[in-house]
């Protein structure tokens, strides 16, 4: 679970959204129903405020400028013509100031009244909600205590300016900024970073925050949770102290031995360790002062306090940990507990899940049913065991659950949202999977947790009912038509989570294989994915209704990566990608939306990156197929003015995807330069290529959008148009640098291994690769694989289709979800497909389908939203949908288009 989502969920029920646009209405759905979207951090700041600090809204002093960004509004001295005044630096050492909510805005006004008097530039965040939320259990640790930053001109300017701020700020409570070296007791902090805008490429081709080394090189601005000044800065040594005495505190006189980190969050981190007096394994839960903030304003001390307080109430019954010690490093607090041995039980799904296989085994199936009944009956135990001892646990979810290696006894963990049972509380932490409504308070939260836990062990896609807990119907129905489980345990979770509405929803059972009717596919009074075109016209209808052609930042919401700089434009998240897949599929033409998009572009925003899926390149692409090749080549000159050869490889953001672009409008358009610019990318790409082959084997990124294939295909695409056969030996190195980051599953599909997970999808996963190869024997590359042939390719082809044929998929979306897997199979040449296999993708969409404004949508990364776009949600549907069901003019994505001519078809089941 990426916990970064959750912060996006708080401002829209319906959508990802900045928390800097809740209104005060959105702010009340925080604390009751809009509590749902996301675990309940932040849902309702500590104070009940949204509006700003009385700091906030002074005016501005003559002389200055303020402006507002992001989470930030900066205060900058500005000359007569409203310019910057001259001498700011694009770097250096930089201030931040920590606070409370408490504190916060005396110290914004404290630090505008010392900067203002001595035009020092600076900002602050201006609400009490974004500091709460930047402070979060959650949050992102680089961000967190970071509530003002202040920018001195030089180290001279440095050391004047916090010794000026400490004699007014000296002392104030703040969470410890990770990122920063602390000045004496606090609240002021320093770093060495970026003052202005300015990025680069970091390792893995994304764009990030960048500052300039001695040679004029930008490098990335690193902002990881540990202090760390670049190879060429020299610490002042008036700050030399401050780092003695950073150092000097340590966990080294502790009777524990750390030995691994188990998991961080804002509040501080879980190891696993060892009692160095008796030898025993023990688990160390660190809290930070004033970080990790839960929605009710306890900080992480707070908490575990309130998680040691539940254990100790809970020794002996074997349902908890037993605690072991309770002490203080520094101003940090950390809770001992004896090591339980265990595996969290989300951790059985890739090894047991019968779902998981092409044709699962009725026996396979009913084992797993057991299995599952059965560790749900012993975590209901354990909980009936908590509240017997006037316990309530309040953040049951998969990932809180021990299942014992004799898997069938169980232990809970992380006990620091647990209370009395008798305070009849609200959750105040919780998985977005489980989080109960605002009307479930006390023992009647656990019970709605172990609910949703019933159908969580069938089908782990419950954080849909974080947009609407109505879907418990329709995933029970799922549940009953693949499993033998009995339907009263069904009906009763149901019932439980209160998501029948009688008027919206057929009633519970109606649809249940038992003779009573055939399965819902989707909610009642929406299309089946199948029902082609109906299912398209229906998420047309709902793209339109989510368009907000008034914003600046988005048209069509989607991935909260539209929230960065370029991300609202570019064809994963953005407009070009949702106006890509309704001129594929045959929707009516939006020329509103086309007019947005011309009119961001003109001129490009500062920081929009440069590549096919994430910038310039795929808008420009897209303008181009719809008619505006004037701008689609003035986007294309602003790229090539950018420093577009130091890009990463990648099709994603990088130089595969910019040379297919630049190759295909030389050919639209016969500009010759543009051909020379494609063919000087594809030689930049053979020669890391060979880099690569040439150096250390270790692991690499792999996949269609961020590996190898996507050279391989820019490779192809050149080879097609030149015939050169070079191009094809280049092709096949590619694919096989990618297939040896690939790993075989027990299930004999052939997946990207990233170390800790193996993946499948389109995007970052084998598929991807798949659809590369299918290219590349398209293009005669079967002849053409020289002396060793193409029998491993052909052989990893065939394994690959496994892994698009799975009866489960986590995810809806075309990069990584299931709709990637229904254009894959509506694509590929590998023998072995069948039609039923594409038809049994197509109706798994419906598995997601959730309504908006009564029309066809689906959720998009982490299912805690819905999404328009592409990359994760209904256009990227859409467009899969017409690739299956389009007929004679099947959708296509770039540069990989249809394979099949309109009279081909699939096996039947029944041929060979």
């Known amino acids: 679970m990426d916990k970064r989502y959750e912060v996006y969920c708080l401002a829209d029920r319906h959508f990802y959204e900045i928390p800097d646009r809740m209104s005060e209405r959105s702010a009340q759905q925080g604390q009751g129903q809009g509590r749902s979207g996301g675990d309940g951090e932040g849902a309702g700041d500590a104070?009940?405020?949204n509006g700003l600090f009385a700091t906030a809204r002074r005016p501005v002093p003559d002389g200055w400028k303020s402006t507002r960004h992001g989470d930030w509004l900066q205060l900058t001295p500005v000359d007569a013509t409203g310019a910057p005044r001259p001498g700011q630096p694009a770097q250096g050492w930089k201030i931040h100031v920590t606070a409370t909510a408490q504190t916060a805005d005396a110290t914004a006004a404290a630090v505008w009244d010392y900067c203002t008097a001595r035009d020092v530039p600076f900002k602050f965040v201006p609400t009490p909600r974004q500091l709460h939320l930047r402070?979060?259990?959650?949050?992102?640790?680089?961000?967190?205590?970071?509530?003002?930053?202040v920018y001195p001109a030089d180290e001279a300017a440095l050391h004047t300016v916090l010794t000026g701020l400490h004699e007014v700020l000296a002392g104030r409570p703040g969470p410890y900024i990770l990122t920063d070296l602390r000045w004496h007791e606090g609240p002021l902090y320093v770093r060495y970073g970026a003052f202005a805008r300015r990025y680069c490429t970091d390792a893995q081709g994304a764009l990030v925050p960048a500052v300039e080394d001695p040679t004029g090189t930008l490098v990335p601005d690193l902002r990881n949770p540990a202090f760390q000044t670049p190879p060429w800065v020299t610490l002042p040594g008036f700050l030399a102290p401050h780092l003695a005495a950073r150092n000097a505190t340590t966990v080294g006189d502790l009777p524990y031995r750390i030995e691994k980190a188990l998991h961080f969050s804002n509040g501080g981190g879980v190891y696993r360790g060892t009692d160095t007096r008796d030898g025993r394994a023990v688990v160390l839960k660190e809290g930070r002062p004033h970080a990790g903030?839960?929605?009710?304003?306890?900080?992480?001390?707070a908490r575990l306090e309130r998680e040691k307080d539940a254990l100790e109430r809970?020794?002996?019954?074997?349902?908890?940990?037993?605690?072991?010690?309770?002490?203080?490093?520094?101003?940090?607090?950390?809770?001992?507990?004896d090591f339980v041995?265990?595996?969290?039980?989300?951790?059985f799904f890739a090894e047991r899940h019968p779902l998981l296989a092409v044709d699962p085994d009725p026996a396979a199936v009913a084992d797993y049913t057991?299995?599952?009944?059965?560790?749900?009956?012993?975590?209901e135990e354990a909980v009936e065991r908590v509240h017997a001892e006037g316990v309530v646990f309040n953040d049951l979810h998969m990932f809180n659950i021990l299942v014992a290696p004799d898997e069938r006894s169980v232990t809970l963990i992380d006990f620091e949202a647990a209370a009395p049972a008798s305070a009849s509380g609200r959750q105040i932490v919780a998985h977005p999977g489980f989080v109960a409504p605002p009307d479930r308070t006390g023992t009647a939260v656990d019970r709605y947790a172990l609910a949703c836990l019933r159908l969580a062990l069938f089908l782990p896609i419950t954080t849909l009912l974080a947009i609407d807990r109505a879907k418990a119907a329709h995933l029970a129905d799922v549940i009953a038509e693949h499993f033998p489980v009995p339907r009263e345990f069904l009906d009763e979770a149901v019932a439980e989570i209160g998501g029948v509405v009688a008027d919206e929803v057929v009633p519970v059972g109606a649809a249940a294989p038992s003779g009573r009717g055939e399965p819902r596919r989707t909610p009642a009074g929406l299309p089946e994915p199948g029902d082609w075109p109906r299912s398209r016209d229906s998420m047309v209808r709902a793209i339109f209704a989510s368009a907000t052609p008034d914003r600046h930042d988005r048209l069509f919401p989607g991935d909260i990566a539209q929230f960065s700089d370029g991300g609202g434009l570019g064809l994963a998240h953005g407009a070009a990608g949702v106006l890509h897949a309704l001129a594929e599929t045959g929707a009516e033409r939006y020329e509103d939306g086309e007019k947005w998009l011309l009119d961001r572009t003109d001129p490009v925003p500062p920081g929009t990156p440069l590549g096919l899926y994430d910038g310039l390149a795929g808008v420009a692409l897209v303008l181009h197929r719809l008619g505006h090749t004037e701008r689609a080549l003035d986007l294309v000159g602003s790229l090539l003015a950018e420093q577009w050869r130091r890009l990463p490889s990648g099709l994603y953001g990088g130089l595969a995807g910019v040379g297919l672009v630049l190759d295909h409008l030389a050919e639209a358009t016969g500009e010759r330069a543009l051909r020379e610019r494609a063919e000087e990318a594809a030689q930049l790409l053979a020669d890391r290529l060979a880099g690569a082959q040439?150096?250390?084997a270790g692991r690499r990124r792999a996949g269609l959008m961020h590996g190898a294939a996507g050279p391989a295909l820019l490779f192809l695409g050149l080879h097609r148009r030149t015939g050169a056969p070079d191009l094809l030996g280049l092709a096949a190195a590619a694919l096989r640098a990618d297939l040896a980051q690939c790993v075989r599953t027990p299930l004999g599909s052939l997946d990207v291994n990233e170390g800790w997970r193996t993946m499948p999808y389109l995007g970052d996963g084998s598929v991807g690769i798949g659809a590369v190869l299918d290219d590349y024997f398209a293009h005669g590359g079967g002849e053409a694989g020289g002396a060793a042939g193409a029998e491993d390719l052909a052989e990893a082809r065939t394994a690959i289709l496994l892994a698009a044929r799975s009866r489960f998929y986590a995810q809806p979306g075309l990069m990584q979800g299931r709709a990637g897997m229904v254009w894959h199979l509506s694509r590929t040449t590998t023998p072995g497909v069948r039609e039923g296999d594409v038809a049994a993708q197509v109706a798994g969409?419906?598995?997601y389908a959730m309504p908006y404004e009564g029309e066809l949508a689906f959720p998009g990364h982490q299912m805690m939203r819905l999404s328009m776009d592409l990359a994760t949600g209904t256009a990227g549907c859409l467009l899969a949908l017409g690739a299956a069901l389009g007929g004679d003019r099947p959708a296509q994505l770039p540069f990989l288009p249809p394979l099949r001519g309109p009279q081909s078809r699939f096996p039947s089941d029944g041929e060979p």
């Open 47 to 49: 104070q009940g405020v």
């Open 135 to 149: 402070n979060s259990k959650y949050a992102a640790r680089d961000h967190s205590g970071k509530f003002a930053t």
């Open 293 to 301: 903030l839960a929605a009710d304003g306890a900080d992480a001390i």
């Open 314 to 337: 809970l020794a002996g019954l074997g349902v908890a940990p037993a605690v072991r010690d309770w002490l203080a490093v520094g101003d940090h607090r950390f809770l001992v507990m």
């Open 341 to 347: 041995e265990g595996r969290p039980l989300n951790s």
């Open 370 to 379: 057991a299995w599952a009944l059965r560790i749900h009956r012993a975590v």
């Open 694 to 696: 040439a150096g250390a």
């Open 845 to 847: 969409l419906g598995w």
